[in-house]
């Protein structure tokens, strides 16, 4: 019979390696546990970072216009008669904005008078209409008398003198419009 003798020191080495490799296993899981947290931690102050949201007030004064001037009013010397169409209406315009201006409208200022120059007889207030609309004639910012025509504003009413033929006339508006 044969016996089979074990040295402890072989025993110890055997344990000893299992031992090596439980410890190693155990460092390797540490390390990737570590390294998982912090990648989750570091991660989570990044998302914060750029995800940050929050709420409060705050507070904006809103420009405001002035009004665009005319210097000129006037009709074309040629084509008004009293009750034909609506002839163009040439404007001299100042807009003293710091933005550009559109003239979405135009009519008569009723406020004041229309002046007549020119007339081949007696022409005194003359029954003179101003209207349009739907316009979109631009004004550029700080425009200083900007010639503009506005087609079919200006109609004579039919019962309009016939001293007033060849007149001028000058006529008070008012111009509505609107920033773009």
């Known amino acids: 019979m044969t016996t089979r003798h074990t040295s402890r020191a072989a025993g110890s080495r055997h344990l000893h390696r299992r031992a090596n490799g439980r410890l190693r296993a155990l460092r390797a899981l540490v390390s990737v546990a570590t390294t998982l947290v912090l990648s989750a931690v570091i991660g989570g102050a990044a998302f914060a970072v750029w995800s940050v949201t929050g709420a409060g007030s ?47 409208a135009v009519s008569l200022d009723t406020t004041r008078q229309v002046t007549v120059t020119g007339a081949s007889g007696t022409c005194v207030a003359p029954p003179v209409s101003v209207s349009a609309t739907g316009l979109a004639i631009p004004l550029p910012a700080n425009a200083s008398n900007a010639s503009v025509s506005v087609p079919a504003a200006l109609t004579l009413g039919a019962t309009t003198a016939s001293g007033c033929q060849g007149a001028t006339f000058t006529v008070p508006v008012v111009l509505s419009g609107r920033t773009p």
């Open 58 to 104: 705050g507070t904006a004064t809103a420009g405001s216009t002035v009004a665009l001037t005319t210097s000129s009013v006037t009709a074309p010397d040629a084509g008004a008669y009293p009750g034909g169409p609506a002839v163009a209406l040439a404007l001299v315009v100042s807009n003293p904005n710091g933005v550009p201006v559109q003239i979405t």
